[in-house]
T-cell receptor
């Protein structure tokens, strides 16, 4: 079992729709959870971090965490073509950014 | 305030040569992390360094790979006697001394021919 699992996609949504990206993790000791966006050939860019159960909203992005189910998700409202990228889920046993364990990413395609 | 700087951006090496990848953290950041990304795979943690100290190298292959972060100058990831399987994108990230967001550099794409 992979430590962090994501559906590779591609996930295709029309412009203006809600994109829902999911991630499961195996280490129950994980404390911090991150979503990164990576455009092709570029470096990962942090979008959201979440540390406690529930929802965390930032603009069009909402991260959801359920530690009991070992599940974290990212919702993107009003999806734009510019959101088309690979979204990486990362987890950490500690509360910081040290030794992040990444999933393989979900490719999102937003069509105009 | 310049971001995390990595160089070179692209590096081509023949099998058996050495590859040296450099990373200059953001100003004020004293923690450096190296990750490797193989095609169609996620980023894999390699090593976590602070100035003059290796904090966690549990992701580093036991042979041919080494990393340092000297008191002065950039962090260096060194790969000796490269093989084709070393071809990948190598990303460096840095973060502040206390807990804070880690920012990634643009990466070095190593190709072994």
């Amino acid at each position: 079992q992979k430590e962090v699992e994501q559906n590779s996609g591609p996930l295709s949504v029309p412009e203006g729709a809600i994109a829902s990206l999911n991630c499961t993790y195996s280490d129950r000791g994980s404390q911090s959870f991150f979503w990164y966006r990576q455009y092709s050939g570029k470096s990962p860019e942090l979008i959201m971090s979440i540390y406690s159960n529930g929802d965390k909203e930032d603009g069009r992005f909402t991260a959801q965490l359920n530690k009991a189910s070992q599940y974290v998700s990212l919702l993107i409202r009003d999806s734009q073509p510019s959101d088309s990228a690979t979204y990486l889920c990362a987890v950490n046993r500690n509360t910081g950014f040290q030794k992040l364990v990444f999933g393989t990413g979900t490719r999102l395609l937003v069509s105009p | 305030n310049a971001g995390v700087m990595q160089n070179p951006r692209h590096l081509v090496r023949r099998r058996g040569q050495e590859a040296r990848l450099r990373c200059s953290p953001m100003k004020g950041h004293s923690h450096v992390y190296w990750y490797r990304q193989l095609p169609e795979e996620g980023l894999k943690f390699m090593v976590y360094l602070q100035k003059e100290n290796i904090i966690d190298e549990s992701g580093m292959p036991k042979e041919r790979f080494s990393a340092e972060f000297p008191k002065e100058g950039p962090s260096i990831l060194r790969i000796q006697q490269v093989v084709r399987g070393d071809s990948a994108a190598y990303f460096c990230a840095s973060s502040p001394p206390l807990e804070g967001e880690a920012f990634f550099g643009q990466g070095t794409r190593l190709t072994v021919v």
